[in-house]
């Protein structure tokens, strides 16, 4: 049996009444789960869920023997080699000299995650500007659109995991890191 006196119950009963309810998403509780390593699964052999897929590219990223001999610097065109595929995925390697930009564009039906493995990229959305470092994941849906640039001095490399794997990248034609501001 509870033992707390009738005072304590009663105001701390006055005092959640009186406060608004905040209804909290699943994320506010739990957090990122990409930032909660201990909740992140090892990697599969063939992934099936985002976290999967994500630690697919943790996994890659961390085998620093099994890619960085593949990587090339092209000052003409962004490099890119497709390291890996499997059941519904595949797993590009890309290089960016510094100045190189993807332009808006999205992915179609596939979902994705970019890992930057070296160097700094810049993500520029509509809703705005990110800069992710050698390490950094993102995490995107079909039909995100975004551009991505190295807007850094030295030369980055990011590894790219598309489920399914990539059909068509449409391009946008208006870039949101040199949007014009023209008066309404």
Do not use: K
């Not at 905040?22 to 506010?28: A, G, I, R």
């Not at 990122?32 to 909740?39: C, F, G, M, P, T």
């Not at 990587?71 to 497709?82: F, G, I, K, M, S």
Request: hydrophobic share 40%; proline share 7%; glycine share 8%.
């Amino acid at each position: 049996m509870n033992s707390a006196p009738a005072s304590n119950v009663a105001s701390s009963t006055a005092a959640s009444s009186a406060a608004p309810a905040v209804v909290e998403s699943d994320l506010q509780i739990a957090g990122d789960i990409l930032a909660v390593q201990h909740l992140l699964q090892p990697a599969r052999e063939h992934p099936a869920t985002v976290a999967e897929f994500v630690g697919l590219a943790r996994s890659i990223a961390e085998d620093r023997a099994s890619w960085e001999h593949l990587v090339q610097y092209d000052a003409t065109t962004r490099w890119y080699h497709r390291l890996r595929t499997g059941p519904g995925y595949e797993v590009w390697l890309l290089s960016w000299v510094p100045g190189q930009g993807s332009g808006l564009h999205d992915h179609g039906a596939s979902s994705g995650v970019l890992t930057v493995l070296d160097g700094e990229l810049t993500e520029h959305t509509p809703r705005g500007r990110l800069t992710h470092r050698a390490g950094a994941q993102r995490v995107f849906a079909p039909g995100y659109a975004h551009e991505v640039v190295n807007d850094a001095l030295e030369g980055a490399v990011s590894l790219h995991v598309y489920f399914p794997g990539l059909t068509e990248m449409p391009m946008h034609s208006c870039s949101p890191a040199h949007q014009e501001h023209v008066p309404a």
